[in-house]
């Protein structure tokens, strides 16, 4: 039965319920509707407004005023503009049913958009910040509600989100109220919506990416992939529930690219993108520091599709373990609100992507990258060759180059380095060039390859940085234009030479040999002899052919500095150093002398039992890095297989006086497989190696006719020296010349008389 149009005076917010409540009033948080335009007051009506209606009860007006209740006024839908609703009885209470979402909650945390203005600038920003909260102090508010309100007598429309914040159930939309507790975050307008959100292809985002980056095209990929998933608008599933991914790890070197990548891609999808960092978590008061976590979560949630960066992924989610030490509560429990807000993310189905970096994944917390939450870690390995290619060739985009063939040969010259080492490298030949005194200001520069020549020796690959390595960088050369061998100057060795040149140098430029024989390369290579027999020279030699080839790191380590006294930190080291390698891959690690770190076992006689515990972690370490090569077969003998063969290549090289002063477990074949024992010079490998010495000793070869030239002498000396090393060969000459110089420090010459008083003395020895 319609009763008529009630004329609706104001609403009743939930301040006045309060103070109805605690004076004996009629108000309440139902839907109901005040008049005296009836007798009755305890009738439940049906209010119909344009194409909305709600269900309420009919109460007597207060103090003689028309009103109706926040959740009736917002069911309806009705403004300040609207006066009239019609109003039909009906005999039973309807607002108690289960359909019913007549009540109202104080709501914790509410997202402000403000609809009328762009992102401001930070001073005004941060006036809004502390003004908002005031200015909607008490308001009732709902998911979506566009209301107004006026900042420095400028009319500004808002929209309210609360996110399932509000209480109710039915018929009426579910209401909240902002009190002085709940907080309020401010966005903009500018802020992208999901529903208007529309993305590209992964492909055509792959291309956009690897134009912009280089060598990320593998990694750009998958992580896309991941993305879209999350961040496209469409009806969950099950299955989607599954697949997706709310977060990824981004994981490597410090330097590798990993923050780029991240600020490319949001870029490139044209999404809002947050870096959060620790110190924008960590605040000064208790409380603090999960509140603003929480807080940043919300304000990514309520911009979706957007994308959370965690930069430094180990500070604001370390691992437990590291906890057990420090006894920090506040890092305990950011940890459990992280954790906490990526399970929310999971089951609200928001498209919000979460990605971490991190350069130490181990000193992540596991609960972060497991159970469905940032699950997908993508580990980023040192650039290949063809990587290293596509990096330069976006770095040097725009120069002037000598020769368009520089990039190619750089690329092969920079083995081991990643991303912002190279970008150190173009930039220290750029400054060369601009500093060189050929150059003149106001022209465009043309780099040079002696440029490059001069930067390459001062920089190396941040990765080996920490180690001793041997050679400093030589002058690159290309393949194409290959240089003499460094081999060449090696005497007396050659069937040591030919088998290191099988075993550990043509593996890195062709593997597929092997492969083709279902075998993978030798992982452990042993070189024996007497002490002067050339073994570290012969290392010092392949590591400046690796570096000519440009096909491998090399890191050469002396046994005896892994050595500390602090109980654990030698076992440590031994891992570090491992790890370094793999990151470097392909990569070649040298012990000098390495009876020091792996002697026999049982005789070691520190109450630690160091040496023992050493040689475990060092056959652990010398078995770990084999088990990723296993998938490589005769089947797999492709450029996808040899290219990830390279990436996980670590071949050992070690040196030793004595093999049986080492443990037979390092002797096993899959450990050390090849041994080569370098033997004494022949006579006529001991003639090339004295003409050798002779070019850099200053001999007088006037005074004596018998030797009148340095192929006179190297024939005497090589005939008599039966049994010599060449150290025991460089070491006869600097007796010579150090007897001469004893005799006087005028000189400039060394008369032969002092090399055979040397090599007489030698000899009775």
Same mark, same amino acid.
């Given at each position: 039965?319609?009763?008529?149009?009630?004329?609706?005076?104001?609403?009743?917010?939930?301040?006045?319920?309060?103070?109805?409540?605690?004076?004996?009033?009629?108000?309440?948080?139902?839907?109901?509707?005040?008049?005296?335009?009836?007798?009755?007051?305890?009738?439940?009506?049906?209010?119909? &407004?344009?194409?909305?209606?709600?269900?309420?009860?009919?109460? =007597?007006?207060?103090? =003689?005023?028309?009103?109706?209740?926040?959740?009736?006024?917002?069911?309806?839908?009705?403004?300040?503009?609207?006066?009239?609703?019609?109003?039909?009885?009906?005999?039973?209470?309807?607002?108690?049913?289960?359909?019913?979402?007549?009540?109202?909650?104080?709501?914790?945390?509410?997202?402000?958009?403000?609809?009328?203005?762009?992102?401001?600038?930070?001073?005004?920003?941060?006036?809004?910040?502390?003004?908002?909260?005031?200015?909607?102090?008490?308001?009732?508010?709902?998911?979506?509600?566009?209301?107004?309100?006026?900042?420095?007598?400028?009319?500004?429309?808002?929209?309210?989100?609360?996110?399932?914040?509000? +209480?109710?159930?039915?018929?009426?939309?579910?209401?909240?109220?902002?009190?002085?507790?709940?907080?309020?975050?401010?966005?903009?307008?500018?802020?992208?919506?999901?529903?208007?959100?529309?993305?590209?292809?992964?492909?055509?985002?792959?291309?956009?990416?690897?134009?912009?980056?280089?060598?990320?095209?593998?990694?750009?990929?998958?992580?896309?992939?991941?993305?879209?998933?999350?961040?496209?608008?469409?009806?969950?599933?099950?299955?989607?529930?599954?697949?997706?991914?709310?977060?990824?790890?981004?994981? =490597?070197?410090?330097?590798?690219?990993?923050?780029?990548?991240?600020?490319?891609?949001?870029?490139?999808?044209?999404?809002?993108?947050?870096?959060?960092?620790?110190?924008?978590?960590?605040?000064?008061?208790?409380?603090?520091?999960?509140?603003?976590?929480?807080?940043?979560?919300?304000?990514?949630?309520?911009?979706?599709?957007?994308?959370?960066?965690?930069?430094?992924?180990?500070?604001?989610?370390?691992?437990?373990?590291?906890?057990?030490?420090?006894?920090?509560?506040?890092?305990?429990?950011?940890?459990?609100?992280?954790?906490?807000?990526?399970?929310?993310?999971?089951?609200?189905?928001? &498209?919000?992507?979460?990605? +971490?970096?991190?350069?130490?994944?181990?000193?992540?917390?596991?609960?972060? $990258?497991?159970?469905?939450?940032?699950?997908?870690?993508?580990?980023?390995?040192?650039?290949?060759?063809?990587?290293?290619?596509?990096?330069?060739?976006?770095?040097?985009? =725009?120069?002037?180059?000598?020769?368009?063939?520089?990039?190619?040969?750089?690329?092969?010259?920079?083995?081991?380095?990643?991303?912002?080492?190279?970008?150190?490298?173009?930039?220290?030949?750029?400054?060369?060039?601009?500093?060189?005194?050929?150059?003149?200001?106001? %022209? &465009?520069?043309?780099?040079?390859?002696?440029?490059?020549?001069?930067?390459?020796?001062?920089?190396?690959?941040?990765?080996?940085?920490?180690?001793?390595?041997?050679?400093?960088?030589?002058? $690159?050369?290309? @393949?194409?234009?290959?240089?003499?061998?460094?081999?060449?100057?090696?005497?007396?060795?050659?069937?040591?030479?030919?088998?290191?040149?099988?075993?550990?140098?043509?593996?890195?430029?062709?593997?597929?040999?092997?492969?083709?024989?279902?075998?993978?390369?030798?992982?452990?290579?042993?070189?024996?002899?007497?002490?002067?027999?050339?073994?570290?020279?012969?290392?010092?030699?392949?590591?400046?052919?690796?570096?000519?080839?440009?096909?491998?790191?090399?890191?050469?380590?002396?046994?005896?500095?892994?050595?500390? @006294?602090?109980?654990?930190?030698?076992?440590?080291?031994?891992?570090?150093?491992? #790890?370094?390698?793999?990151?470097?891959?392909?990569?070649?690690? $040298?012990?000098?002398?390495?009876?020091?770190?792996?002697?026999?076992?049982?005789?070691?006689?520190?109450?630690?039992?160091?040496?023992?515990?050493?040689?475990?972690?060092?056959?652990?370490?010398?078995? +770990?890095?084999?088990?990723?090569?296993?998938?490589?077969?005769?089947?797999?003998?492709?450029?996808?297989?040899?290219?990830?063969?390279? @990436?996980? &290549?670590?071949?050992?090289?070690?040196?030793?006086?004595?093999?049986? #002063?080492?443990?037979?477990?390092?002797?096993?074949? +899959?450990?050390?497989?090849?041994?080569?024992?370098?033997?004494?010079?022949? #006579?006529?490998?001991?003639?090339?190696?004295?003409?050798?010495?002779?070019?850099?000793?200053?001999?007088?070869?006037?005074?004596?006719?018998?030797?009148?030239?340095?192929?006179?002498?190297?024939?005497?000396?090589?005939?008599?020296?039966?049994?010599?090393?060449?150290?025991?060969?460089?070491?006869?000459?600097? %007796?010579?010349?150090?007897?001469?110089?004893?005799?006087?420090?005028?000189?400039?010459?060394?008369?032969?008389?002092?090399?055979? %008083?040397?090599?007489?003395? @030698?000899?009775?020895?």
């Amino acid at each position: 039965m319609e009763i008529g149009r009630v004329a609706v005076d104001r609403r009743v917010s939930r301040a006045q319920w309060d103070a109805g409540a605690s004076s004996g009033g009629h108000y309440d948080t139902r839907c109901s509707l005040y008049t005296d335009s009836v007798a009755s007051r305890h009738q439940y009506v049906r209010i119909v &407004h344009g194409e909305r209606e709600a269900y309420a009860q009919l109460r =007597g007006a207060v103090d =003689g005023v028309n009103a109706v209740s926040a959740a009736l006024y917002a069911a309806l839908c009705l403004d300040d503009s609207v006066e009239n609703a019609v109003v039909e009885l009906l005999v039973h209470d309807v607002t108690m049913e289960e359909s019913c979402k007549c009540s109202m909650v104080d709501v914790e945390m509410v997202i402000v958009r403000m609809l009328d203005r762009s992102q401001p600038s930070r001073s005004i920003l941060s006036a809004l910040q502390r003004s908002i909260p005031k200015l909607v102090l008490d308001q009732v508010v709902w998911d979506g509600r566009v209301a107004r309100m006026s900042w420095f007598n400028r009319p500004e429309r808002i929209q309210f989100h609360s996110r399932g914040q509000c +209480g109710g159930s039915g018929c009426c939309v579910a209401l909240g109220h902002i009190t002085q507790a709940t907080k309020v975050e401010v966005v903009f307008q500018d802020s992208s919506d999901s529903s208007a959100a529309s993305f590209n292809t992964v492909e055509e985002y792959t291309n956009q990416i690897a134009e912009t980056v280089g060598g990320v095209r593998g990694t750009a990929e998958v992580l896309l992939r991941a993305m879209l998933s999350r961040l496209k608008s469409q009806p969950p599933t099950p299955e989607a529930a599954v697949q997706e991914n709310v977060g990824a790890i981004l994981c =490597g070197l410090p330097g590798i690219g990993k923050t780029l990548i991240a600020k490319t891609v949001g870029e490139r999808l044209d999404v809002p993108v947050r870096f959060l960092q620790a110190a924008d978590v960590f605040q000064t008061y208790v409380g603090h520091s999960e509140t603003q976590l929480v807080k940043t979560f919300e304000a990514m949630m309520h911009q979706e599709p957007s994308i959370l960066v965690v930069d430094g992924l180990e500070s604001v989610a370390a691992s437990r373990q590291g906890f057990l030490d420090s006894e920090s509560p506040l890092e305990v429990s950011v940890l459990g609100t992280f954790v906490a807000c990526l399970d929310r993310l999971k089951s609200s189905n928001a &498209h919000v992507f979460v990605l +971490g970096t991190t350069s130490r994944l181990d000193d992540v917390d596991a609960s972060v $990258y497991s159970n469905g939450r940032m699950d997908l870690v993508l580990r980023m390995d040192p650039p290949s060759q063809s990587e290293r290619f596509e990096i330069l060739q976006v770095m040097t985009r =725009g120069w002037s180059l000598e020769d368009s063939s520089l990039v190619v040969r750089l690329s092969e010259a920079t083995g081991g380095f990643v991303g912002a080492d190279l970008l150190s490298l173009c930039q220290k030949a750029l400054q060369i060039c601009v500093n060189d005194p050929s150059f003149t200001r106001g %022209e &465009h520069p043309t780099v040079l390859s002696t440029h490059f020549d001069q930067a390459l020796s001062t920089t190396y690959p941040s990765v080996l940085q920490a180690h001793h390595v041997s050679l400093r960088q030589q002058d $690159y050369q290309s @393949k194409s234009e290959s240089a003499s061998s460094a081999f060449e100057g090696v005497y007396g060795v050659d069937d040591a030479v030919k088998a290191l040149k099988v075993s550990l140098l043509e593996p890195l430029e062709d593997s597929s040999r092997f492969l083709a024989f279902g075998t993978v390369p030798p992982k452990g290579i042993l070189l024996t002899g007497l002490p002067g027999s050339g073994k570290t020279h012969l290392a010092n030699v392949v590591a400046a052919e690796l570096r000519r080839r440009g096909t491998a790191s090399f890191i050469s380590v002396r046994c005896t500095d892994l050595l500390t @006294k602090v109980v654990g930190d030698t076992e440590k080291s031994l891992r570090e150093l491992f #790890q370094t390698a793999r990151s470097a891959a392909p990569c070649v690690i $040298y012990f000098d002398q390495i009876e020091s770190i792996a002697p026999v076992r049982g005789f070691d006689t520190s109450t630690e039992q160091t040496f023992d515990r050493l040689l475990s972690m060092l056959l652990v370490e010398m078995d +770990g890095f084999s088990s990723s090569r296993g998938h490589l077969n005769k089947a797999n003998n492709s450029e996808e297989a040899r290219a990830a063969f390279l @990436k996980s &290549h670590v071949v050992i090289l070690a040196s030793t006086t004595e093999k049986t #002063q080492l443990d037979p477990a390092i002797l096993r074949p +899959g450990r050390f497989d090849v041994h080569i024992e370098l033997q004494l010079p022949k #006579q006529n490998a001991r003639y090339r190696l004295i003409v050798d010495l002779l070019e850099q000793i200053p001999l007088d070869y006037l005074n004596d006719p018998t030797f009148s030239n340095p192929s006179v002498v190297a024939e005497y000396v090589a005939e008599r020296t039966e049994g010599f090393t060449a150290g025991d060969l460089a070491a006869l000459f600097r %007796e010579a010349a150090l007897t001469c110089l004893r005799e006087s420090l005028t000189t400039s010459s060394i008369p032969i008389k002092f090399v055979t %008083e040397a090599l007489a003395t @030698k000899m009775r020895c």
